[in-house]
Nanobody, 120 residues
Framework: QVQLVESGGGSVQPGGSLRLSCAAS????????MGWVRQAPGKGPEWISI????????RYADSVKDRFTISRDNAKNTLYLQLNSLKPEDTALYYC?????????????RGQGTQVTVSA
């Protein structure tokens, strides 16, 4: 069955960095655009980034642009999100998502999430 397993979350100070990973299985990873969404406590999901099937095109939410970088390794069936210059407002549960197309930010599957906490 389809599985997306996130890892790499943790607690960091403001200004710090983390690298999230998402291991995909149960489907042909290179056939799908992939992305990340996050959900902070008491708030709804926030789309933050998407990457096309070959990894040549990316888009970001304004809230993370120039700080976060999405990438993928199709040979390893793995999606990544590099988080730099972290702020307290980046604290959230981060989910890996699968998308039918690069232009569709609505996902058809997501993982269980990995927690990112940013505090002094």
């Amino acid at each position: 069955q389809v599985q997306l397993v996130e890892s790499g979350g943790g607690s960091v100070q403001p200004g710090g960095s983390l690298r999230l990973s998402c291991a995909a299985s149960g489907f042909t990873f290179s056939d799908y655009a992939m992305g990340w969404v996050r959900q902070a406590p008491g708030k709804g999901p926030e789309w933050i980034s998407i990457i096309n099937i070959g990894g040549s095109r990316t888009r970001y939410a304004d809230s993370v642009k120039d700080r976060f970088t999405i990438s993928r390794d199709n040979a390893k069936n793995t999606l990544y999100l590099q988080l730099n210059s972290l702020k307290p407002e980046d604290t959230a549960l981060y989910y890996c998502t699968r998308h039918a197309t690069y232009w569709n930010t609505r996902s058809d599957f997501r993982g269980q999430g990995t927690q990112v906490t940013v505090s002094a």
